[in-house]
């Protein structure tokens, strides 16, 4: 019995010592003694400003150093606009260190949304500058596939000689990319990666025909595709004449000068 109260005893010391030393590293005692006053920012900023951080952090700092939540000061900063990634630390007696990581465009998306480099979609506010990011669209659950087919098909393009500057997919799964030459290509909805590879395999030997890029190409037939040039850029022997600027393409590159049809009766499929 006398060592049951003793442990007991014992145990009431310890809540006696240990609640005081737990109530202040909690907060819960001595709200304001060792306030926090200072703000140590690590960052590269591009366009987040010092500013806008001081004053989304502003409101948690004056409280006692163990009373400060860095959950919520962590939040509210994350919150700013270009703010990727918040990391938040205490330093004795009354220093906040933040690592703020902004955010690294890698497309634009639908409208004024940017793509970040992990993929994650984000409001930008102001994109100037930034125009010469791909400018990417479609649903907003098709993301990850539009990506995939961007950082594919780019490099397979630009051996070519061209660059992808935009890639749209509509809402009935029609696929369309846009070059940097100001050409549009319908891929269509299906058998997108042999339309695709027929037209690079062909394409070498019949971009020399003309001096400049075709306005528009269409890849959604069964055995080939369809090129619209600008008329000026014909040439006038060799090649479809500036009457005709549009040409059915065969797979059978031979045969381009023969299979021709009039820009006014050229019907495309619908994306």
Not at 100 to 110: C, D, F, G, N, T
Not at 130 to 156: H, K, M, N, T, V
Not at 175 to 192: M, N, P, S
Request: net charge positive.
């Amino acid at each position: 019995m006398n060592g049951a109260v003793k442990l007991l005893a014992w145990l009431l010391a310890l809540a006696l010592v240990a609640l005081p030393v737990l109530g202040v590293l909690q907060g819960w005692f001595a709200v304001d003694r060792w306030p926090v006053t200072r703000l140590s920012v690590s960052a590269q900023f591009d366009h987040v400003s010092s500013e806008q951080i001081s004053a989304a952090a502003q409101p948690f700092l004056g409280k006692g150093f163990f009373a400060t939540r860095l959950g919520p000061m962590r939040d509210a900063i994350a919150r700013l606009p270009w703010v990727e990634r918040v990391e938040a630390r205490k330093r004795w007696p009354d220093t906040i260190e933040l690592v703020i990581h902004e955010q690294q465009p890698y497309a634009r998306w639908s409208g004024d949304r940017l793509v970040n480099r992990n993929g994650k979609l984000f409001a930008a506010g102001d994109a100037v500058g930034l125009e010469s990011l791909p400018r990417l669209s479609g649903p907003d659950d098709r993301i990850d596939d539009i990506l995939r087919f961007y950082a594919q098909y780019q490099p397979e393009f630009a051996a070519a000689g061209m660059v992808i500057q935009a890639v749209h997919v509509s809402p009935r799964d029609g696929w369309r990319i846009g070059l940097a030459a100001g050409t549009t290509i319908d891929v269509g909805r299906e058998q997108r990666i042999a339309r695709l590879q027929r037209f690079l395999d062909v394409w070498p030997r019949l971009s020399g025909s003309h001096a400049q890029p075709p306005q528009h190409v269409d890849l959604r037939y069964a055995n080939g595709f369809a090129v619209a040039w600008p008329a000026e850029a014909a040439l006038p022997a060799g090649g479809v004449s500036a009457a005709k600027p549009v040409a059915a393409v065969s797979a059978r590159l031979p045969m381009l000068a023969d299979v021709r049809i009039p820009f006014s009766l050229t019907r495309f499929p619908s994306p």
